[in-house]
C-alpha cells in the first residue's frame, strides 16, 4: 500500500531533551516536507526536500533540523525543544518538487513538549 | 505579500449544499488545490484546477475564475461524514504551494 508513515504518533517530552520524529515513504517520490500545524494557522512549512541530499528551509524552521539521506526517508529533528514547538506536525510527499503535484501526508505527530 | 482567504467556519444541514469559497493574492498562479482534514487526522487531496471553470467529482465540484483570483468548493448532499475542515492552496509562481487556513464545515441533522 502506497503510504507516508511517520513514528511516534504522539509524543510528550520535556523542555530540551533532544528528539527525532521519523517520517518514511515508499512512492519513490522525489520531494519530501515537514508542516507543522496549528489552531488558525493552517499548515505552514518547516523544511523541505526537492531530492536525497537537498534540503530547504520553508516559512518556520527556527529550531528545526532535517536530514535526507536516502529517498524514502525525511526526519525532523528538535535538538533542543521549547514549548513554542508544541503542535501537530505532519510530513507529506509528493512525485515531484512541482507545486502542481498532489500531496500525500502522513498521519501526523501530536508533540507537547513541557 | 501572499494571502488566502476562506471562511473560518460554516455550518450546514444535512442533505444540503454547501459552497466554501477561496480568494488568494498570490506571485503567479499555477493551479489551486482543495484538500479535506477531519480532526486530528491528515489532511486528504479532493482536486486540482489550473484552469477556469467547474470541475465535477461526485458530490464534489470545484470552480475556478484566474481573474478575479476565486475558487469555491461545492459540496451536495451533505453528509455527516462531510464534518471536516477543507483547506484551500494555491500553486505560485514559483512553484511553491501557499496554504489557506482552513475551513471547519460543522453538518447539523
Known amino acids: 500500500e502506497a503510504q507516508v508513515t511517520q513514528n511516534p504518533r504522539y509524543l510528550i517530552t520535556v523542555t530540551g531533551k533532544k528528539l527525532t520524529v521519523t517520517c518514511s515513504q515508499n512512492?519513490?517520490?522525489?520531494?519530501m516536507s515537514w508542516y507543522r500545524q496549528d489552531p488558525g494557522l493552517g499548515l505552514r512549512q518547516i523544511y523541505y526536500?526537492?531530492?536525497?541530499?537537498?534540503?530547504d528551509k520553508g516559512d518556520v524552521p527556527e529550531g528545526y533540523k532535517v536530514s535526507r539521506k536516502e529517498k524514502r526517508n525525511f526526519p525532523l529533528i528538535l535538538e533542543s525543544p521549547s514549548p513554542n514547538q508544541t503542535s501537530l506536525y505532519f510530513c507529506?510527499?509528493?512525485?515531484?518538487?512541482?507545486?502542481?503535484?498532489?500531496?500525500?501526508f502522513g498521519p501526523g505527530t501530536r508533540l507537547t513538549v513541557l | 505579500g501572499q494571502n488566502i482567504d476562506q471562511p473560518t467556519e460554516m455550518t450546514a444541514t444535512e442533505g444540503a449544499i454547501v459552497q466554501i469559497n477561496c480568494t488568494y493574492q498570490?506571485?503567479?498562479?499555477?493551479?489551486l488545490f482543495w484538500y479535506q482534514q477531519h480532526a486530528g487526522e491528515a489532511p486528504t487531496f479532493l482536486s486540482y484546477?489550473?484552469l477556469d471553470g467547474l470541475e465535477e467529482k461526485g458530490r464534489f465540484s470545484s470552480f475556478l475564475s484566474r481573474s478575479k483570483g476565486y475558487s469555491y468548493l461545492l459540496l451536495k448532499e451533505l453528509q455527516m461524514k462531510d464534518s471536516a475542515s477543507y483547506l484551500c492552496?494555491?500553486?505560485?509562481?514559483?512553484?511553491?504551494?501557499?496554504w489557506g487556513a482552513g475551513t471547519k464545515l460543522i453538518i447539523k441533522p
Open positions: 507529506a510527499s509528493s512525485r515531484t518538487g512541482e507545486g502542481f503535484n498532489e500531496q500525500f
Open positions: 512512492m519513490n517520490h522525489e520531494y
Open positions: 526536500s526537492m531530492n536525497v541530499e537537498v534540503t
Open positions: 498570490t506571485s503567479g498562479f499555477n493551479g
Open positions: 484546477n489550473v
Open positions: 492552496a494555491v500553486v505560485d509562481s514559483n512553484y511553491q504551494l501557499i
